[in-house]
Protein backbone atom coordinates (compact mmCIF):
# COMPACT_ATOMS: atom_id res chain seq x y z
CA UNK A 1 0.00 0.00 0.00
CA UNK A 2 1.49 3.21 -0.77
CA UNK A 3 1.77 6.04 1.61
CA UNK A 4 -0.24 8.45 -0.21
CA UNK A 5 -3.15 6.03 0.32
CA UNK A 6 -2.18 5.19 3.86
CA UNK A 7 -2.55 9.19 4.59
CA UNK A 8 -5.91 8.91 2.86
CA UNK A 9 -7.37 6.60 4.32
CA UNK A 10 -6.57 7.72 7.93
CA UNK A 11 -7.45 11.26 6.94
CA UNK A 12 -11.32 10.07 5.97
CA UNK A 13 -10.93 7.09 9.54
CA UNK A 14 -10.88 10.69 11.59
CA UNK A 15 -13.16 12.63 9.78
CA UNK A 16 -15.51 9.29 10.46
CA UNK A 17 -14.61 9.50 14.03
CA UNK A 18 -15.19 13.08 14.50
CA UNK A 19 -18.04 13.07 12.58
CA UNK A 20 -19.60 10.01 14.68
CA UNK A 21 -18.49 11.74 17.92
CA UNK A 22 -20.08 14.81 17.15
CA UNK A 23 -23.64 12.54 16.17
CA UNK A 24 -23.29 11.17 19.69
CA UNK A 25 -22.49 14.75 21.20
CA UNK A 26 -25.59 16.19 19.55
CA UNK A 27 -27.93 13.24 20.92
CA UNK A 28 -28.34 12.26 17.30
CA UNK A 29 -26.96 8.71 17.68
CA UNK A 30 -26.81 7.20 21.25
CA UNK A 31 -23.27 6.02 22.33
CA UNK A 32 -24.10 2.35 23.06
CA UNK A 33 -24.89 2.60 18.91
CA UNK A 34 -22.01 4.38 18.30
CA UNK A 35 -19.11 2.35 20.22
CA UNK A 36 -19.34 -0.34 16.98
CA UNK A 37 -18.41 2.06 14.92
CA UNK A 38 -15.76 3.78 17.04
CA UNK A 39 -14.52 -0.21 17.25
CA UNK A 40 -14.41 -0.14 13.91
CA UNK A 41 -12.43 3.18 12.57
CA UNK A 42 -10.68 2.58 15.25
CA UNK A 43 -9.33 -0.83 13.80
CA UNK A 44 -9.00 0.41 10.42
CA UNK A 45 -6.63 3.08 11.86
CA UNK A 46 -4.37 0.57 13.50
CA UNK A 47 -5.03 -1.66 10.16
CA UNK A 48 -3.70 1.74 8.04
CA UNK A 49 -0.61 2.60 10.37
CA UNK A 50 0.34 -0.81 10.54
CA UNK A 51 -0.34 -2.65 7.68
CA UNK A 52 1.84 -5.80 8.78
CA UNK A 53 -0.80 -6.46 11.26
CA UNK A 54 -3.31 -7.93 8.61
CA UNK A 55 -0.96 -9.65 6.71
CA UNK A 56 0.32 -11.43 9.70
CA UNK A 57 -3.52 -12.13 10.63
CA UNK A 58 -4.01 -13.54 7.33
CA UNK A 59 -1.20 -15.73 7.30
CA UNK A 60 -2.14 -17.14 11.03
CA UNK A 61 -5.42 -17.82 9.90
CA UNK A 62 -4.51 -19.06 6.44
CA UNK A 63 -6.15 -16.71 4.24
CA UNK A 64 -4.09 -16.89 1.74
CA UNK A 65 -4.48 -12.61 0.79
CA UNK A 66 -4.89 -10.21 3.19
CA UNK A 67 -7.75 -8.43 1.11
CA UNK A 68 -9.92 -11.49 1.60
CA UNK A 69 -8.95 -10.82 5.26
CA UNK A 70 -10.37 -7.84 4.92
CA UNK A 71 -13.56 -9.07 3.62
CA UNK A 72 -13.56 -11.83 6.20
CA UNK A 73 -13.57 -8.49 8.96
CA UNK A 74 -16.07 -6.47 6.57
CA UNK A 75 -18.35 -9.59 6.73
CA UNK A 76 -18.18 -10.58 10.71
CA UNK A 77 -18.48 -6.56 11.21
CA UNK A 78 -22.11 -6.55 8.96
CA UNK A 79 -23.03 -10.07 10.87
CA UNK A 80 -22.43 -8.30 14.56
CA UNK A 81 -24.25 -5.02 13.49
CA UNK A 82 -27.44 -6.98 12.28
CA UNK A 83 -27.28 -8.90 15.45
CA UNK A 84 -27.06 -5.99 17.44
CA UNK A 85 -30.12 -4.27 15.19
CA UNK A 86 -32.14 -7.33 16.01
CA UNK A 87 -31.40 -7.86 19.73
CA UNK A 88 -32.57 -3.82 19.43
CA UNK A 89 -35.89 -4.28 18.04
CA UNK A 90 -36.95 -7.21 19.83
CA UNK A 91 -36.82 -4.97 23.30
CA UNK A 92 -37.80 -2.09 21.03
CA UNK A 93 -41.39 -4.53 19.93
CA UNK A 94 -41.49 -6.07 23.53
CA UNK A 95 -41.57 -2.54 24.81
CA UNK A 96 -43.96 -0.85 22.94
CA UNK A 97 -47.04 -4.41 23.60
CA UNK A 98 -46.21 -3.33 27.38
CA UNK A 99 -46.83 0.14 26.38
CA UNK A 100 -49.94 -0.03 24.19
CA UNK A 101 -51.34 -2.85 27.46
CA UNK A 102 -50.68 -0.34 29.96
CA UNK A 103 -52.05 2.35 27.73
CA UNK A 104 -55.53 0.34 27.37
CA UNK A 105 -55.64 -0.84 30.59
CA UNK A 106 -55.26 3.28 32.15
CA UNK A 107 -58.18 4.04 29.30
CA UNK A 108 -60.11 1.19 30.51
CA UNK A 109 -59.75 2.33 33.99
CA UNK A 110 -60.65 5.74 33.28
CA UNK A 111 -63.31 4.85 31.51
CA UNK A 112 -64.96 2.81 34.67
CA UNK A 113 -64.29 5.79 36.69
CA UNK A 114 -66.37 8.37 34.48
CA UNK A 115 -69.05 5.61 34.89
CA UNK A 116 -68.58 5.29 38.79
CA UNK A 117 -68.95 9.13 38.29
CA UNK A 118 -72.42 9.20 36.24
CA UNK A 119 -73.62 7.23 38.76
CA UNK A 120 -73.00 9.49 41.92
CA UNK A 121 -74.92 12.20 39.36
CA UNK A 122 -71.62 13.98 37.76
CA UNK A 123 -71.39 15.00 34.39
CA UNK A 124 -68.21 13.79 32.94
CA UNK A 125 -67.47 15.43 29.81
CA UNK A 126 -64.08 14.89 28.00
CA UNK A 127 -62.09 17.80 26.36
CA UNK A 128 -60.38 17.87 22.83
CA UNK A 129 -56.93 18.75 23.37
CA UNK A 130 -53.69 18.35 21.76
CA UNK A 131 -50.50 18.28 23.61
CA UNK A 132 -47.32 20.27 21.54
CA UNK A 133 -46.35 17.27 19.89
CA UNK A 134 -49.93 16.84 18.12
CA UNK A 135 -50.95 14.02 19.91
CA UNK A 136 -54.52 14.03 22.12
CA UNK A 137 -54.32 15.43 25.59
CA UNK A 138 -56.75 13.99 27.73
CA UNK A 139 -58.60 16.41 29.97
CA UNK A 140 -61.99 16.24 31.56
CA UNK A 141 -64.59 18.31 33.24
CA UNK A 142 -66.45 17.07 35.97
CA UNK A 143 -69.86 18.63 36.81
CA UNK A 144 -72.10 18.33 39.31
CA UNK A 145 -75.84 17.60 37.60
CA UNK A 146 -77.85 19.85 39.72
CA UNK A 147 -75.36 22.53 40.98
CA UNK A 148 -74.03 22.88 37.52
CA UNK A 149 -70.47 23.47 39.49
CA UNK A 150 -67.22 22.17 37.80
CA UNK A 151 -64.90 20.06 39.98
Do not use: C
Not at 11 to 37: D, F, M, P, Q, S
Not at 46 to 70: K, R
Not at 104 to 120: G, P, S
Amino acid sequence: MSFKLQIFIAVITVIALLYIGNKVRNRVIELKYALVWFFVAILFLILDIFPNILQWLSQLLGIVLPVNMLMFFGFGFILLILYTFTVVLTNQDRRIKRLIQEEALLAYRVDELERELQKKDFKVRRLKTRTADGGPEHKVKIIKKNTEESK
